[in-house]
């Protein structure tokens, strides 16, 4: 199966900034990676795909990058609807894996 | 509006069974892949099962071969998630999740998940 591994685990930021959250996979995938945020208790939802597609009705603050086996989701402004978990998942192969989720927690 | 409602989760004993059910609306459900996505509590996200196309190929984690098995009725727009054998380590919330577009599983639609408890 392929690894995925996020850093870091937890983020302390505060309103305004600009965040990163990295995503290495263990072979190379690639495009084939998605970006979920997810909230206490509730359902993850799809912010990019294929690296780097903004999904429909996600703020433009939200950006992907990257291939191969290094990926970054930044959120250029943080907002405060953005404090919650974002996972990466790849998507090439079966097994599908997610990264072990990224925390961004308020400074 | 598409809209994805799970069912079936409860308290289940070591070694027990359970089905789960996810009733779908608001897309043409037979031209999708859909997958069994699970998060055990205060953990991340782990995938389940899934079917790869809209068609009769299915996937199973590791974790879960051999005791799970994924369906689909077409005609009753449900998918199923039939589990045998639970263990203390299948205690999760179950979410069912649609493919944004077939042929490649990424999610963009997950219903609200259910949970099941596997305790004595």
């Known amino acids: 199966d392929i690894q995925m591994t996020q850093s870091p685990s937890t983020l302390s930021a505060s309103i305004g900034d600009r965040v990163t959250i990295t995503c290495r996979a263990s072979?190379?995938?690639?495009?084939?990676l998605a970006w979920y945020q997810q909230k206490p208790g509730k359902a993850p939802k799809l912010l990019i795909y294929?690296?780097?597609s903004l999904e429909s009705g996600v703020p433009s603050r939200f950006s992907g990058s990257g291939s191969g086996t290094e990926f970054t989701l930044t959120i250029s402004s943080l907002q405060p609807d953005d404090f919650a978990t974002y996972y990466c998942?790849?998507?090439?192969?079966?097994?599908?894996?997610f990264g072990g989720g990224t925390k961004v927690e308020i400074k | 509006e598409v809209q994805l409602v799970e069912s079936g989760g409860g308290l289940v004993q070591p070694g027990g069974s359970l089905r789960l059910s996810c009733v779908a609306s608001?897309?043409?459900?037979?031209?999708?892949?859909m997958s069994w996505v699970r998060q055990a509590p205060g953990k991340g996200l782990e995938w389940v099962s899934g079917?790869?196309?809209?068609?009769?190929?299915?996937r199973y984690a590791d974790s879960v071969k051999g005791r799970f098995t994924i369906s689909r009725d077409n005609s009753k727009n449900t998918l199923y998630l039939q589990m045998h054998s639970l263990r203390d380590e299948d205690t999760a919330v179950y979410y069912c999740?649609?493919?944004?577009?077939?042929?490649?599983?990424?999610?963009?639609?997950w219903g609200h998940g259910t949970l099941v408890t596997v305790s004595s």
């Open positions: 999740a649609k493919v944004r577009e077939t042929g490649y599983s990424n999610f963009d639609y």
């Open positions: 608001g897309f043409t459900f037979s031209n999708y892949a």
């Open positions: 079917f790869t196309t809209a068609g009769d190929t299915t």
């Open positions: 072979q190379s995938i690639s495009s084939w």
């Open positions: 294929k690296a780097s």
């Open positions: 998942q790849q998507y090439l192969s079966y097994s599908l894996t």
